[in-house]
């Protein structure tokens, strides 16, 4: 440990699980490395934080989605008879804890950034940060292990925690109402985005990006998994029903899809790096992001920092990032929402100027959001527990 040179005093000490950092990449890893970057360079004299990859501790934030073991485990679940993931995943979960037990002893707090927080040797203040309560309203939408997993130790462990932050307004009001977590106990940090990465790119950087993929010079953007509630089955039935020429560019993780959708409308990228998927922001005529549910929904963020237009639903989360700057559904069923989407997609090919307007407000709406802001909040809430334990 160093010591503050303002004050003199020793450091006070957070453990941090960043075991999704080296997993499949997901938006909880992208939040915990954002996050935790800003926090480094902000309170770095003040806290000494120690990341749990699930073997190991570091000093520093792991490198992300490169653990090549953990993606196969990710896909070994996956592909088996859920009772048998179930137990695989409990084994695996013990092992992880009786680690991160022998760890977190020497440190004076514990941020959980996943599915609920780990036991620990000693008493040891627990920050909990929830993304979003689908397993729990939602189960149907997740594999069935996954669900038996969360059911059996999520709620068992929620009497442990000493301060919950939750990525959106929406999430914290869905913790009021359906885990009946007193509002005194929650801290509304809104994600963000790295903005060294996600801006407008030069032009010329984004016609690379699009010969790099082989990608047409018009192309609609969906970014995200094959999970049912990111409804991504409407958009190639609406532009089949649109009658539209401009094909769909799919980037990210199959997941809940046994295999990649196969669309004479669909390019399938499959994962790109962040440096690239800006560049695909920004040359897309529009991201199509019809979710029905989201905790917060980092891509629609990240494509208006791109000056990327937006069409999204009103549902969850999602007004409360787009504002006044995306073109919502207002419905998301497969037929109606289709048909609907497929006129929206019809105007955004045709008319430049809405296309320029949108990406001119979603440039200005993306500087709401912080991770500056969001580490000053997450800190808070840290010192705030420490306080109170005292």
């Known amino acids: 440990m160093h010591t503050n040179p303002q004050g003199g005093k020793k450091p006070r000490s957070v453990i941090v699980n960043a075991i999704p950092i080296v997993n499949v990449s997901t938006g909880i890893g992208r939040y915990?490395?954002?996050?935790?970057?800003?926090?480094?360079?902000?309170?770095?004299d003040?806290?000494?934080?120690?990341?749990?990859?699930?073997?190991?501790?570091?000093?520093?934030l792991p490198l992300s989605a490169s653990n090549r073991r953990s993606k196969s485990t990710v896909n070994l679940l996956w592909k088996m008879p859920p009772l048998l993931a179930f137990l695989a995943r409990s084994y695996l979960h013990s092992r992880r804890e009786r680690r991160f037990m022998q760890h977190a002893a020497s440190f004076d707090l514990y941020h959980e950034t996943s599915f609920f927080p780990f036991r620990t040797a000693t008493p040891l203040p627990v920050v909990f940060t929830i993304h979003d309560i689908s397993l729990y309203r939602f189960p149907a939408w997740h594999p069935k292990e996954r669900v038996m997993f969360y059911n059996r130790n999520f709620p068992?462990?929620?009497?442990?925690?000493?301060?919950f932050l939750s990525v959106s307004h929406f999430t914290k009001a869905e913790m009021i109402e359906w885990l009946h977590v007193d509002p005194a106990r929650v801290t509304v940090t809104q994600n963000a985005y790295d903005e060294a990465i996600f801006a407008p790119p030069l032009p010329a950087d984004v016609a690379a990006a699009r010969a790099r993929y082989a990608l047409p010079e018009r192309y609609f953007?969906?970014?995200?998994?094959?999970?049912?509630?990111?409804n991504f089955r409407i958009i190639p039935a609406a532009l089949a029903h649109g009658g539209l020429d401009v094909p769909l560019v799919n980037v990210g993780w199959p997941g809940w899809?046994?295999?990649a959708p196969r669309d004479a409308s669909v390019i399938?990228?499959?994962?790109?790096?962040?440096?690239?998927?800006?560049?695909?922001?920004?040359?897309?005529?529009?991201?199509?992001?019809?979710?029905?549910?989201?905790?917060?929904?980092?891509?629609?963020?990240e494509a208006m920092a791109c000056g990327c237009p937006v069409v999204t639903t009103r549902?969850?989360?999602?007004?409360?990032?787009?504002?006044?700057a995306a073109l919502y559904l207002e419905r998301?069923?497969?037929e109606v929402g289709a048909a609907e989407l497929a006129a929206l997609l019809r105007r955004l090919a045709g008319d430049s100027s809405l296309v320029a307007e949108l990406r001119a407000r979603g440039l200005a709406r993306s500087r709401a959001f912080s991770w500056d802001r969001a580490a000053a909040e997450t800190v808070g809430a840290f010192t705030k527990v420490l306080q109170a334990s005292a």
Not at 46 to 60: M, Q, V
Not at 156 to 163: I, T
Request: aromatic share 12%; net charge negative; proline share 4%.
């Open 156 to 163: 068992r462990r929620l009497g442990n925690v000493a301060q």
């Open 315 to 324: 549902c969850a989360s999602l007004p409360e990032v787009g504002g006044e």
């Open 46 to 60: 003040e806290w000494d934080i120690g990341y749990f990859d699930g073997a190991t501790l570091h000093h520093k």
């Open 332 to 334: 998301h069923d497969s």
């Open 221 to 230: 953007l969906f970014v995200g998994s094959g999970d049912p509630r990111k």
């Open 268 to 301: 399938n990228t499959g994962f790109v790096d962040d440096a690239d998927l800006a560049k695909l922001y920004a040359g897309a005529l529009a991201l199509i992001y019809p979710s029905i549910y989201e905790g917060f929904g980092l891509p629609v963020l």
């Open 257 to 259: 899809l046994t295999e």
């Open 32 to 44: 915990i490395l954002s996050l935790y970057k800003h926090i480094e360079k902000l309170y770095a």
